[in-house]
């Protein structure tokens, strides 16, 4: 039978199909994954339809099919890992490809959950200002690249193990669900951190400087700034740096920044044996510049896994090029910011909103990674962590150094700097009925760091932002009406602030050495209207031409506390000539009310294979919010209706009572092997008795079952399988035991 003519036009993409694909310049990405999507399911039609694969097919050219879409959706998914899980292919049609086509099957995705250990490690540019997160699922010897969809909330850091669900091919995953996690890893943020600075070099380099000099900037204790003496101070007393150093250490090679992961094992490797790598929780790597590192640091944020002589231990590993660490100051500015990291820090960005400190609630502004310029955690700077960071370390707590605002009053804030001084931060909360908070705290120039930040800092308070939509990193915002450097964004002594979208209004009464002043008020509570949230899931499906679909859809309304209920209609988004519905068509929902629904689709009998975009519309008086799937499209393939056929072998024709047997079942169709199936071993013995064993085909379509005969004389076995309500036995075996 040919393979539907060959469904047309297959056979020519397949043997003019270059290696390198399509132009994604040209097309996109995703346009590009579609498009072969189309050719793809039809060659999964093609394969159904011949019952393996057709007999005037290019096996080459369909595995460079395979191969190119996969390179793409790999970088679909670093791109956009939500559009990834739209177009992915169901698990029905990749497992078939893989089956089909063993030589192409990493290229072609997976679905389905997978639990490990849960690393995420970030390099910083701060030549470029650019910041690079990459987060890996390491399970064992294997490693997954994690690329998370935007709406998923992704698992705490110094998590020891999480189980996430998404797609998976090269080593790479598109996750669209994180479904559990387990207890943290024993790294204490808090008391003496345990720590090995590890000076590594490459075959050929000279020493940058001496471990003394190392000793005193990273664990020094004299009363001058290191990391130990910056930890001291900003924690208040409640978290230091002490520990070793060791080296200059000659690794066996010179490693590039890009192949940061074999560098620090390469250099924990050479410090094992010297040392007791279980000892320490925080690890600093040093090494040259090998002339091609933008990076000037790498750290893992929180801790990992590491393995040495003495078994496996936990601990934060940086790495940092030691050409930036030449000077004390900058030793400490860039150990600081990834140990920082290391402890479980993100970074301190700025939020621009243009002319205006604060835009409306649910507008993002522009967010500059390395923004704030008065933390270790931005931009080259010596100046504290944060209030909302120390409260994240566990070295300020609310009711004590924090207070929370949501009433009127006048409250005074101590200087951040100072130890167990009280109230040193505000966390007032936006207006009413929201999750927005402002983190108002006081810096003086005084103590070992902050004295060489801008002075305009000193006569205000800094303000941070919160909304939810950080990422765990911080925003300060510029009160001083738009200075361009970010040096000066105090809201400074004598002003007011009066949020214009809100009912809060912040003056700063005073400022002096040893306390800021500010009043809180609120005014009339007023509605603050917000995008409301649309989700469909899930986020793929797969269907024959003519049949449906059904997925879910929640709509939450976001409207702060004080707005009145909303009503909302909820509208199909369908490719044209498509049938659907959205259930509930209308809802009114009270601000911060949700409804789930569903969504039914209804493909035409008409539609071409390909991968299309569904949705649902949620609109009220003014404003309207989308969200979409992806379905995926074949056409009808007859049922295979050639029988299931049972082999049935054993290792040795000619046993005694001594010998072990192994009796293995193939089940095929068609010639091809069939996994999954369940089938029975009968072993009738000479008495007349018989035994039954149940056994089910693996990958290969295979199942076997070892055992002893203990009595002599002659046995019948056979295998059998239920197909399609029939009985299907193997021919019988009758084998003789002496």
């Known amino acids: ?107 072609v995705e997976q679905s389905g959950e997978w639990t490990g250990e849960y690393e995420a490690v970030v390099m910083d540019d701060f030549d470029t200002q650019t910041s690079q997160t990459e987060v890996r699922l390491k399970s064992g010897a294997e490693e997954t690249m994690l690329h998370f969809a935007g709406d998923v909330e992704q698992p705490p850091q110094c998590t020891q193990e999480v189980t996430v669900e998404g ?34 070099k490459f ?4 020493d940058k400087f001496t471990a003394d000099y190392a000793r005193n900037v990273f664990l020094g204790n004299s009363g001058a700034r290191s990391l130990n003496t910056y930890w001291q101070e900003v924690s208040g007393g409640k978290t230091s740096a002490t520990g070793t150093v060791v080296g200059w250490l000659t690794l066996d090679k010179v490693y590039s920044c890009t192949d940061y992961v074999n560098m620090r094992l390469a250099a924990l490797k050479a410090a094992d044996g010297l040392v007791d790598l279980t000892q320490f929780t925080r690890i600093l790597i040093l090494f040259p510049n090998p002339g091609s590192c933008s990076f000037g640091g790498i750290s893992t944020v929180g801790c990992t896994s590491i393995s040495s002589s003495r078994g496996t231990s936990y601990a934060s590993l940086s790495q940092l090029v030691a050409d930036y660490t030449t000077t004390v100051d900058r030793a400490v500015q860039l150990s600081s910011h990834e140990a920082g990291h290391g402890l479980g820090l993100r970074h301190a960005a700025s939020r621009d909103f243009g002319t205006l400190p604060l835009g409306a609630l649910g507008v993002t502004g522009t967010i500059s990674t390395y923004g704030d310029n008065f933390n270790t955690m931005g931009y080259w700077n010596l100046g504290h962590y944060s209030g909302y960071q120390k409260q994240a370390l566990g070295w300020w707590s609310s009711g004590s150094q924090i207070q929370t605002v949501q009433s009127n009053g006048t409250y005074t804030i101590a200087p951040a700097e100072l130890s167990s001084a009280g109230v040193q931060a505000l966390k007032v909360q936006r ?31 800094l303000v941070h932002y919160d909304d939810g939509t ?62 409301p949230t649309l989700t469909v899931a899930p986020s793929s499906a797969s269907v024959t031409a003519g049949q449906g679909a059904t997925y879910s859809v929640t709509l939450k ?135 039954t064993y149940k056994l089910t085909t693996g990958s290969t379509g295979t199942a076997a079952l070892s055992t002893f005969l203990r009595t002599k004389g002659t046995y019948s076995i056979v295998a059998s399988a239920s197909d399609s309500g029939t009985t299907v036995s193997s021919p019988t075996l009758f084998l003789t035991v002496k």
């Not at 003519?5 to 043997?15: D, K």
């Not at 998976?168 to 600075?197: F, K, N």
């Not at 002003?495 to 306390?515: E, G, H, M, Q, R």
């Open 167 to 200: 797609i998976r091919l090269v080593g790479e995953m598109a996750v669209r669900a994180v479904t559990g996690t387990s207890s943290a890893l024993a790294c204490t943020t808090t008391g003496p951190q345990q720590t090995l600075v590890i000076l590594a």
């Open 203 to 206: 075959p050929g380099y000279a």
């Open 557 to 691: 309304n976001n409207d702060s506390a004080s707005c009145t209920a909303n009503s909302f209609s909820l509208q199909t988004v369908l490719p044209a000539g498509w049938t659907g519905s959205v259930t509930p068509a209308s809802a009114s929902l009270a601000p911060g009310q949700t409804v789930t629904g569903s969504l039914s689709v209804t493909t035409p009998s008409t539609a071409s294979t390909g991968t299309y975009t569904v949705g649902a519309k949620a609109a009220d008086t003014t404003r309207t919010q989308t969200a979409t799937a992806g379905i995926s499209v074949s056409q009808p393939v007859a049922k295979v209706t050639s029988p299931l056929s049972l082999g049935l072998t054993v290792n040795n024709m000619a046993p005694t009572t001594r010998t072990k047997l192994t009796f293995t079942i193939s089940a095929t169709r068609s010639g091809t092997a069939q996994s999954g199936v369940p089938v029975t071993l009968t072993i009738r013995y000479p008495t007349g008795s018989q035994s």
């Open 431 to 461: 207006g009413t009925g929201n999750n927005a908070w402002l983190w108002l705290e006081f810096r003086q120039k005084t103590g070992l760091f902050d004295t060489a930040l801008p002075s305009q800092v000193f006569s205000g308070v």
């Open 1 to 107: 039978m040919k393979a539907r003519a060959l469904v047309p036009g297959l056979v020519a993409i397949l043997l003019t199909l270059a290696p390198a694909g399509f132009s994604q310049e040209e097309v996109g990405r995703s346009a590009a994954v579609r498009q072969m999507n189309a050719d793809v399911l039809q060659l999964h039609e093609s394969i159904l339809a011949e019952r393996g694969l057709p007999r005037d097919f290019d096996r080459r050219a369909a595995a460079n099919l395979l191969r190119q879409r996969g390179q793409d959706l790999v970088e679909l998914m670093r791109q956009d890992p939500g559009e990834a899980l739209k177009v992915a292919l169901s698990g029905e049609v990749s497992g078939t490809l893989r089956r089909t086509f063993p030589e192409a099957a990493p290229w």
């Open 470 to 531: 950080a990422g765990g990193m911080t925003h300060l915002l510029d009160y001083s009406s738009g200075s361009a450097n970010w040096n000066g964004p105090a809201l400074v002594a004598g002003s007011t602030w009066t949020d214009p979208y809100t009912n809060l209004s912040i003056n700063v009464l005073s400022v002096s050495s040893s306390a800021a002043t500010v009043n809180v008020s609120y005014g009339t509570a007023t509605c603050s209207p917000l995008t």
